[in-house]
C-alpha cells in the first residue's frame, strides 16, 4: 500500500521561507510524477507545482511562480517544495500527491492517484 508523508509545514512571518518534504514508500513513481496541491480554508484544493520524474518536466500555478520550487529525488520518490517570499495568501494545508499522470493532467487533481494526509503552513505576523 503506497504512503505518503508530508512533513515541513509550520508558522512562518511573511516573506518568510519553508522547505516541504514528501516520501512515498510502498511504491515507486520514478516514472511517474509528483506533485504538490494546497486547500486554503472554504477553498477547493488547488494545484501548485509538478515534478515528472521521466522527463525532469516541471510545472508551477502562476500564483508562485518565481517564489516556490519543486525538485524530487527520483529514485528515492521524494519530492519537495522550497517556498520563499511567503505571504499570507499561501496559508492551506499542502498535500503531496503521486500517480502516472499524462501530460494533459500534470496540473490536475484528476491526474494523481496517492494523497498525502496534508501539512499546514501559515503565514502570518
Known amino acids: 500500500q503506497v504512503q505518503l508523508v508530508e512533513s515541513g509545514g509550520g508558522l512562518v512571518q511573511p516573506g518568510g521561507s519553508l522547505r516541504l518534504s514528501c516520501a512515498a514508500s510502498?511504491?515507486?513513481?520514478?516514472?511517474?510524477?509528483m506533485a504538490w496541491f494546497r486547500q486554503g480554508p472554504g477553498e477547493e484544493r488547488e494545484f501548485v507545482a509538478a515534478i515528472r520524474f521521466a522527463t525532469g518536466v516541471t510545472r508551477m500555478a502562476d500564483s508562485v511562480k518565481g517564489r516556490f520550487a519543486i525538485s524530487g529525488e527520483k529514485f528515492k520518490s521524494t519530492v519537495y517544495l522550497q517556498m520563499n517570499s511567503l505571504k499570507s495568501e499561501d496559508t492551506a494545508v499542502y498535500f503531496c500527491?503521486?500517480?502516472?499522470?499524462?501530460?494533459?493532467?500534470?496540473?490536475?487533481?484528476?491526474?494523481?492517484?496517492?494523497w498525502g494526509q496534508g501539512t499546514q503552513v501559515t503565514v502570518s505576523s
Open positions: 500527491a503521486a500517480g502516472y499522470p499524462i501530460i494533459s493532467t500534470l496540473t490536475s487533481r484528476n491526474g494523481y492517484r496517492h
Open positions: 510502498g511504491g515507486t513513481f520514478s516514472n511517474g510524477a
